[in-house]
């Protein structure tokens, strides 16, 4: 065979063979980049999947913590709210053991005060979470109704207060006094005081009894929405 054939045969079966491999590699490499590019978007699927659940974690959790804190301070008004009314209702019970003690008597205003204070915080407060409710206009009638016991509690202790104190400036008289007609006088001026005292009572429990019964209706009233309001959101 002539020389010259023998080597064109040679270059042919060259250029056949890299030519199988130029294809060889080229689908080689473009799987390859196919692979990468899909990994590559699978990688992104994945963080913005991450970011999208990460997203709705934390919705999720404002929404546990705006509920969470709405339960507490309703439980904290629920709770205040009945110290604050039996306080105002009960206090009587003071008044009758202690009536002439006047720093008893500021001790029970003290504490009547700051217990509406509290009540009055906790009420506020439920106002951020939602207005104009059913529940919220509700609340607020038996707030104010339950005011009214308040007020009146209140002008009635510093009232006794006030007869107290002047019990106890005629008893540091009295020592002083030596003739008849100044301890009759006295005398009269304490049976002054008695009456006054007594009627003050009188006149309280007589307004009280016709608060007591819409009082002890708002009592039942407040069980009934704030077990129903706590539930809200959770059930």
Not at 120 to 147: A, D, G, H, S
């Amino acid at each position: 065979m002539n020389t010259k054939i023998i080597i064109i045969l040679i270059i042919q079966i060259i250029l056949f063979i890299v030519g199988l491999f130029i294809i060889f590699f080229k689908s080689y490499f473009k799987k390859k980049g196919e692979n990468i590019a899909t990994k590559e978007d699978i990688g992104l699927i994945t963080k913005e999947i991450e970011n999208i659940k990460n997203e709705i974690s934390f919705k999720n959790q404002k929404k546990i913590d705006f509920f969470f804190e709405r339960k507490k301070n309703l439980i904290n008004f629920y709770d205040y709210y009945f110290i604050w009314v039996n306080g105002s209702l009960n206090v009587i019970d003071h008044i009758i053991s202690h009536s002439n003690d006047e720093k008893v008597l500021r001790e029970l205003i003290t504490q009547l005060k700051s217990d509406q204070i509290k009540v009055f915080t906790y009420f506020t407060r439920i106002f951020l979470y939602e207005v104009n409710t059913k529940f919220t206009i509700t609340l607020n009638e038996i707030y104010n109704k339950t005011i009214s016991l308040h007020n009146l509690t209140l002008s009635f202790l510093v009232e006794i207060e006030c007869i107290s104190i002047q019990y106890e400036n005629l008893i540091e008289k009295s020592e002083a006094i030596r003739s008849k007609v100044e301890k009759e006088k006295l005398f009269s001026e304490f049976d002054k005081l008695k009456k006054d005292r007594k009627l003050e009572i009188d006149e309280f429990l007589d307004k009280r009894e016709k608060l007591n019964e819409q009082l002890e209706k708002n009592k039942l009233l407040v069980v009934k929405i704030i077990r129903k309001e706590i539930k809200t959101g959770y059930v």
